[in-house]
Each structure stands twice: as structure tokens, then as C-alpha cells.
Nanobody
């Protein structure tokens, strides 16, 4: 059984920093690309950051570039999101995602965590 468990409820003031962690189990972690998504009330879920399975490549949403850093530790089955210079608009539920791509998209594997609330007060 695959489980992705994010850190708990997080509250920070505008301009502050937070670090989210996601621990994975039940899968071969080093073969999955890992991502963080977020969803604010009334908005669609959006991709925040992705790191490839080997950790050699990362990608960020324009809104977080230069402020957020995604990293992973394949020995500990953990992916982290360091968030600096946070803004009230960063408030959302943050989700951890694991995805492994197959030769055919119908065989792709895609798993989600339960989400963790991040609130940035102004």
C-alpha cells in the first residue's frame, strides 16, 4: 500500500519561512518524480514544484521561483519544500505527489498525499 504523508498544519507570518516534508512508503521512491501541488479555496489545484527521480532536475511555478526550493533524499524516501519570503497568496492546502511514467500513459502510476494546510497571515 502506497502512502504519502505530509507534515502537519503550518502557520506563518508574511515574509516568513516554512519547510514541508513528505515521507513515502510502499513504493520504490527513487523511481518516482516527486511534486508539490497546492489548492486554495475556490481555485484549481496547481503545480508548485517538481523534482525528477534522481534529483538532477527541478521545475517551479513562476509564482514561487526564487522563493521555494524542492529537494529529495532517496535514502529516506522524503521530499521537502523549503518556502521562503512567503506571501498571503501562498496560503493553500499543499499536496505531495509521486508519479512514475510508463511507455504508455495508461500505465503511468500517480499517488497523492492527504494534504497539509499552509496559512500565511498578513
Amino acid at each position: 500500500q502506497v502512502r504519502l504523508v505530509e507534515s502537519g498544519v503550518q502557520l506563518v507570518q508574511s515574509g516568513g519561512s516554512l519547510r514541508l516534508s513528505c515521507v513515502a512508503s510502499g513504493l520504490t521512491f527513487s523511481t518516482y518524480d516527486m511534486s508539490w501541488y497546492r489548492q486554495a479555496p475556490g481555485k484549481e489545484r496547481e503545480l508548485v514544484a517538481t523534482i525528477t527521480s534522481g534529483g538532477t532536475s527541478t521545475n517551479y511555478a513562476e509564482s514561487v521561483k526564487g522563493r521555494f526550493t524542492i529537494s529529495r533524499d532517496n535514502a529516506k524516501n522524503t521530499v521537502n519544500l523549503q518556502m521562503n519570503a512567503m506571501k498571503p497568496e501562498d496560503s493553500a492546502v499543499y499536496y505531495c505527489n509521486a508519479k512514475r511514467y510508463a511507455l504508455s500513459p495508461k500505465y503511468d502510476l500517480d499517488f497523492w498525499g492527504q494534504g497539509t494546510q499552509v496559512t500565511v497571515s498578513s
